[in-house]
């Protein structure tokens, strides 16, 4: 098995996602222990955004605020499907909390819902969601 990031390179569709992780630093603390739960946009979800968000946030002078939104993309330890399903909130990484529902069989964290759930790794585990979610 490997870790967060080297799954996440493998996957292909993450491209995006692992070039701001490191822009912001943040390479080695997702290669780390862990254990961590990753909701990781795919490179449709940073497509989406608004033109230009993207190359702005990777900009060096942007680094603590790309950290704070990847940030709020990470949750402390391991927290699979079965157990997501049955909470209605998380705190992030980053100290803010996202919100999880479940309708109609799908599972939302904020606006964005996740499309593969349980990739498990040696830190950690990745959920796939469709949309970049966006601290308070």
Same mark, same amino acid.
């Given at each position: 098995?490997?870790?967060? !990031?080297?799954?996440? !390179?493998?996957?292909?569709?993450? =491209? ?37 968000? !993207? ?28 157990? $997501? ?16 529902? $479940?309708?109609?069989? =799908? !599972? ?5 819902? $996740? ?22």
């Amino acid at each position: 098995m490997a870790d967060i !990031v080297d799954t996440a !390179v493998a996957a292909g569709s993450f =491209k995006t996602l692992t070039a701001a992780v490191g822009a912001a630093g943040l390479i080695e603390t997702l290669k780390g222990l862990g254990p961590f739960t990753v909701f990781a946009p795919t490179d449709d979800a940073f497509a989406a955004l608004p033109a230009g968000t !993207v190359e702005g946030l990777v900009k060096p002078e942007a680094k603590s605020t790309l950290a704070g939104i990847l940030t709020y993309h990470v949750v402390a330890g391991k927290v699979t499907a079965a157990e $997501v399903v049955k909470l209605t909130s998380a705190k992030t990484v980053n100290g803010q909390s996202v919100a999880i529902a $479940v309708k109609d069989g =799908k !599972v939302t964290i904020d606006n964005a819902t $996740v499309v593969t759930a349980d990739i498990i790794c040696d830190n950690g585990v990745i959920h796939v969601i469709d949309k970049v979610i966006m601290p308070k």
